[in-house]
């Protein structure tokens, strides 16, 4: 009888079929900080979904302090259900591949999710490290069950974005939007909750929808409808950023993606007793005037900024202004300054005047609100050229001195040499011969 052999072609595209893709390179497991460079780089952000990688300079000291922070951070975010990985970057060494990412000062840390790098803007410190990457990993959603989940829920989310929570809502209603909105916010749905919630949370009837901003004191908004898309995505929109934003380089990039004019406060002290007061008439009228944002600035914390529209150690403070974010601004007649008494009035008169046409158009004296953003990567260029001509001096410097350390030596030893031969020719005696100078 006639055996027939099974043919193995078979067997062997069951074993291709079965290998699973293998990464070029092994990358340890021990929640450890990655050390990156060109020939392993793009195999790190496609092998992990989320990694932080820092760029930086092994002889920039903020780059030193940021590295046992790091280091913390790493140990517990690689333990996420949906692990975020840490690497870093000699950025000074590795300059070829790393320009593509625009690496304009140490340390750069920037987010790469999936493969696509985003501008890390979070805090620094370990423990809100954490916090800050947590939201990159967590359900579009949140669904919530009880008052303490909610409870939970708000302080793991901490204080770095704004916190929206739905009460009432099914979650269909912000799937849209919490996406749209997820780099910037967090989002959930209370599906079960106590009237103790309700006083709490300052809504007193459902579906609601509840904006909490820890950053600025839990300060709330509430929105109750309408829920065609449209107004929703109003609502969430403008509840992007508190009623009344401090303008900062860290605020610079809010405001520039937001589409409302901006009402400018400018101040003497934004830290002192009545600004703060001040400030809060701002958030009133900011609540009854949601088309506009407004914003306040000290002279002293930003004189370089307030000088754009004409403020100097002359100009009577507070002044209110409405500005475009570009190179134009508006004054009210009238309303050019807030005296000390009854501020909310003027306020209103000013925003009266504002509305009514009743302004003055000018021309700033400095840079656009883009201009602003673009100065912090010059700031911060400059202070990198800065410290290489230190370094340079430092280096020059140091070699001048050895040189003159040589050159001291060289004269110590010919002096040395030709005390000796002194001594010597003294030891033997005048000789007739010898001509004495």
């Known amino acids: 009888m006639k055996m027939h052999r099974p043919p193995l072609i078979l067997p ?46 092994p002889w920039c000291g903020h780059c030193q302090r940021l590295a046992p922070e790091l280091d913390a951070a790493a140990l517990v975010l690689a333990k996420l259900d949906k692990p975020i990985v840490i690497a870093k970057v000699n950025a000074d060494k590795f300059r070829s591949f790393t320009s593509k990412y625009e690496i304009d000062g140490f340390p750069t840390l920037k987010l790469f999710m999936h493969g696509v790098p985003v501008e890390y803007s979070g805090p620094r410190k370990a423990d809100f490290i954490i916090r800050y990457l947590k939201k990159f990993v967590a359900p579009d959603v949140s669904l919530l069950d009880s008052d303490s989940a909610i409870s939970r829920f708000v ?62 004191n839990n300060e709330r908004s509430v929105f109750y409808g309408p829920w065609e898309g449209k107004f929703l995505e109003e609502f969430i929109m403008q509840n992007l950023l508190p009623l009344s934003v401090p303008i900062n380089y860290d605020t610079l990039e809010l405001l520039a993606e937001d589409e409302r004019k901006v009402v400018v406060t400018i101040v003497e002290d934004e830290l002192d007793e009545k600004s703060l007061k001040l400030i809060k008439l701002l958030k009133a009228a900011a609540s009854a005037n ?8 000290g002279f002293r914390q930003w004189e370089a900024f307030v000088d754009t529209f ?100 060289r004269q110590t030893r010919a002096k040395d040499t030709g005390s000796s031969a002194t001594e010597s020719e003294s030891r033997e005696g005048y000789r007739p011969n010898d001509k004495e100078d």
């Open 12 to 57: 062997i595209l069951t074993i291709f079929l079965s290998l699973k893709p293998i990464s070029s390179h092994e990358f340890p497991t021990d929640r450890t900080v990655l050390e990156l460079d060109e020939s392993n780089f793009d195999s790190a952000i496609s092998t992990f979904d989320f990694v932080l990688v820092d760029f930086y300079a």
């Open 155 to 216: 302080e793991t989310a901490g204080t770095q974005f704004p916190i929206f929570i739905g009460f009432g809502l099914d979650e269909s209603s912000i799937l849209e939007f919490s996406r749209k909105y997820k780099k910037k916010s967090w989002f959930s749905i209370a599906k079960d909750f106590s009237e103790d919630i309700m006083v709490a949370y300052d809504f007193d009837k459902v579906p609601s929808l509840v904006c909490i901003h820890p950053r600025h």
């Open 290 to 297: 949601r088309d506009l944002v407004f914003g306040y600035v």
């Open 310 to 409: 004409g403020v100097n150690k002359r100009t009577k403070l507070p002044k209110i202004i409405v500005w475009d974010k570009n190179e134009e601004y508006l004054t009210v007649a009238g309303s050019e300054s807030l005296d000390e008494e009854d501020q909310g009035s003027q306020i209103n008169r000013f925003l009266e005047g504002y509305r009514e046409g009743r302004t003055v158009r000018q021309t700033i004296s400095g840079p656009s609100l883009m201009g602003f953003i673009n100065s912090l990567i010059s700031i911060r260029t400059v202070y990198l050229i800065v410290f290489l001509v230190g370094v340079f001096m430092l280096i020059r410097h140091i070699s001048q001195q050895d040189d003159e350390d040589s050159r001291e030596k």
